[in-house]
Each structure stands twice: as C-alpha cells, then as structure tokens.
C-alpha cells in the first residue's frame, strides 16, 4: 500500500527555520507532480509549493522568497526548506503526491496525514 509519511514539524521562534521531509512509502511505477499544502481548522487547505516531475516549482504568494521545496527522484522524496518562519505560517502542512502505483494504473491523488509547524515567540 502506497503512503506519504511526512516529518519535520515542530515549533520554532519567528525568524527560524524549519525543512519538511515527505517519504513515499511502498512501490510505485512513477510520480508526476508533489508539493505541500496547509490547512488551519475551519479554513479550506491552500496551496504551499509545489514542483513538477522534472524540478519546475511553483510557490504560493504568502511564501515566495523565504520557502524552497525540492525532490528526490530517486528516493521519491519531496522536501521543503522553510527561512524566515513567521506566526502566520502556523498550520497543519500536507504533503501531496499524483501517483501512477503500476504502469496500467490511472494516476491518483495521494496524501499524507499532516505535520502540526507552529511559529510562536
């Protein structure tokens, strides 16, 4: 069965840094597009960044400049490097994944259960 396990979250002062790992977990045939959302309670999930198979990002308004997300093909690893962490940042961050599990399979929207970042002083 095919899971994203992320970690990397956790609580850090403003200013701080904190870098989000997200791990496919299981056997896959190929993975097209994967980035991060956020999420606080009650609000609807928005877009973080997300990068193309071939390492094309694309970042939300909120976090150009200050967030980078990568990935590792060959780990089918994303990861996602964030500087300069204000209050505002604070959410449940998901990591997201378009999966093709078997060569004959459609692709499928895969996500991950969620990492609590809180930026506090």
């Known amino acids: 069965q095919v899971q994203l396990v992320e970690s990397g979250g956790g609580s850090v002062q403003p200013g701080g840094s904190l870098r989000l790992t997200c791990a496919t977990s299981?056997?896959?045939?190929?993975?097209?597009?994967m980035g991060w959302y956020r999420q606080a309670p009650g609000k609807q999930r928005d877009l973080v960044a997300t990068?193309?198979?071939?390492?094309?990002?694309n970042y939300g308004d909120s976090v150009k400049g200050r967030f980078s997300i990568s990935r590792d093909n060959a780990k089918n690893t994303v990861y996602l490097q964030m500087n300069s962490l204000k209050p505002e940042d604070t959410d449940v961050y998901y990591c997201?994944?378009?999966?093709?599990?078997?060569?004959?399979?459609?692709?499928?929207?895969?996500w991950g259960q969620g990492t609590q970042v809180t930026v506090s002083s």
């Open positions: 997201n994944a378009l999966i093709r599990v078997r060569a004959n399979w459609n692709f499928q929207n895969y």
């Open positions: 299981g056997s896959v045939f190929t993975i097209a597009g």
């Open positions: 990068i193309t198979s071939n390492g094309s990002p």
